[in-house]
């Protein structure tokens, strides 16, 4: 079959970084190709040497046949080759049609906008992908799938007979990314090339053909996904296999119970949930999106005002109406957007770290500089934080060491209780491997944990019980370890009354 891309013996070179070391990559018509390795693998600057953002410093580009090296986005687009981010970019004020279109809208004389010849011309790119959509709909008014379709529809505007799609369910639930599926098999029945990349690994039986995986800057392997494990995907990923079993469930017996919540309300999205904590155990929420599982998670941090409800803290109640009243009482919240919330990303490691605990460095006005260069060290030691110093910018380390940084930040603050939401967003396999033995450290150590999740297989490897939410009703608490499933768990999400088995929560 003749192939749409061929990359061969791809080199790529940064100041004093070997990026790209003889790497191979092909997608056939009509295929969807997962390209598959952790962070810092080398995907990325692969694609965007594909896109034309980067130009290669050795190898062979094959598109359509012919050999070629587009310098810029725009060359690479005329080549067929379309690119969708994971972060979108499109603006929000102007229509569907008018983010398609942009800078290349029809015209009628005298250079007048021909509205009625655009909104056809991307009616007829949504019925292509049997996509009903307005489009006059303003795009800030769409739910991040339904923005995300109309990213695809500008690219198949540049008649792309390649698609990159970099994480495109990340930020969708289960309903969402059903139809992102939909749209990507009628894509690949029209005999577009799809570029895939993902950390769900549960992804790839349900949408790929083949997957080829990268580690280190090199080529790995290619492989069929149907006939592939998953176990030997992440092997090759990561160079090593990766235990996902559930934990086994400790004992907690008559441990202090060190969060207690009796009827927490705030309108519609929180009503009269209740549920306890020990000290050393790991709770999971579960639930569909829109459950009320981030919005429990920020009435109790003080992010969000409730309208009742009482928090105790180590059997003591506690008045929480800011985060600064959350912190005082021991507890942190890493929130799911790290990089808005969690992280000054222009600013390094160590200040990162050290940034909500300025007065613990505090000396005489001045700030201790010494100390807290010897704090942060410990803590990158501690944490296993990959990062060539202390200074270097938060923005350049991986997703799963900017999230050992917001983890340093909130243990500086010595919180007994910490809030994790979507902790592995974003985050590779093997780093995933590494935060899950991290949580699995602090509850030994006899931190309370709470861990939000909307990805299943987390929440049933991580908790020791599962606090399962739906339409802001907490409908039931099950076992965690071997003694529950995604059915038990599925079966609580989608029911809005509590449900008969609920393992009794600690009084």
């Not at 071997?482 to 029911?495: H, V």
């Amino acid at each position: 079959m003749s192939k749409l891309v061929e990359m061969t013996g791809i080199e790529k070179y940064f100041p004093g970084v070997h990026a790209l070391k003889n790497v191979q990559f092909d997608i056939a018509p009509g295929e969807v190709h997962a390209l598959m390795g952790e962070n810092g693998a080398g995907k990325s600057t692969l694609m965007k040497i594909l896109s034309g953002i980067y130009q290669r410093d050795g190898g062979d580009l094959v598109i359509n046949g012919q050999s070629v090296s587009p310098t810029t986005p725009g060359e690479a687009q005329d080549l067929g080759i379309g690119i969708i981010h994971q972060e979108l970019s499109l603006m929000n004020d102007l229509t569907a049609a008018q983010n398609i279109f942009i800078g290349r809208e029809p015209r009628k004389s005298f250079g007048r906008l021909d509205e009625a010849a655009l909104n056809a011309q991307t009616a007829e790119i949504f019925e292509s992908m049997n996509l009903d959509m307005d489009p006059t709909v303003p795009v800030g008014s769409l739910t991040i799938a339904k923005q995300q379709m109309v990213e695809i529809a500008k690219a198949l505007s540049f008649r792309s007979k390649v698609l990159i799609m970099d994480e495109p369910t990340a930020a969708l639930n289960d309903a969402e990314i059903a139809e992102l599926f939909v749209i990507i098999r009628g894509l690949k029945a029209e005999g577009v090339g799809i570029v895939y990349i993902s950390h769900k690994m549960d992804e790839l039986k349900q949408i790929a053909d083949r997957v080829t995986v990268m580690r280190d800057g090199e080529y790995v392997g290619t492989v069929g996904a149907a006939e592939t494990p998953i176990s030997q995907i992440i092997a090759m990923m990561v160079g090593r296999e990766v235990n996902e079993e559930p934990l086994e469930v400790p004992d907690l017996g008559d441990a202090e119970v060190s969060l207690k919540v009796t009827g927490l309300n705030r309108g519609r999205d929180i009503q009269n949930v209740s549920f306890s904590v020990q000290r050393g155990e790991i709770l999971g929420f579960a639930g569909l999106m829109g459950a009320g599982r981030t919005e429990v998670a920020r009435a109790i941090f003080g992010a969000d005002a409730r309208d009742g409800g009482v928090i105790e803290v180590h059997g003591q109640s506690v008045n929480i109406r800011t985060p600064s009243d959350a912190v005082k009482a021991g507890i942190g919240y890493l929130s799911e957007d790290r990089k808005h919330f969690g992280l000054a990303t222009g600013m390094n490691v160590r200040d990162n770290i050290a940034l909500s605990s300025l007065d613990l460095f505090s000396k005489g006005g001045q700030l201790d500089e010494a100390a807290m260069a010897s704090t942060t060290q410990e803590f990158i030691r501690r944490l296993g934080i990959r990062t060539p110093s202390d200074t270097q910018e938060v923005r350049l380390l991986s997703g799963g060491n900017q999230q050992k940084v917001v983890i340093a930040k909130w243990l500086l603050r010595d919180c007994d209780i910490l809030i994790f939401d979507e902790p592995t967003r974003g985050i590779d396999i093997g780093a995933k491997s590494e935060i899950y033995k991290l949580l699995e450290e602090l509850a030994a150590e006899g931190k309370t944990i709470i861990v939000i999740s909307s990805e299943l297989p987390e929440i049933m490897r991580l908790s020791h019980r599962i606090a399962v939410m739906c339409e802001g009703r907490l409908t039931g608490i099950l076992p965690g370890g071997k003694d529950t499933t995604q059915e038990d768990i599925m079966q609580l999400a989608t029911q809005r009354e509590a449900a008969m088995r609920v393992v009794e929560t600690v009084q």
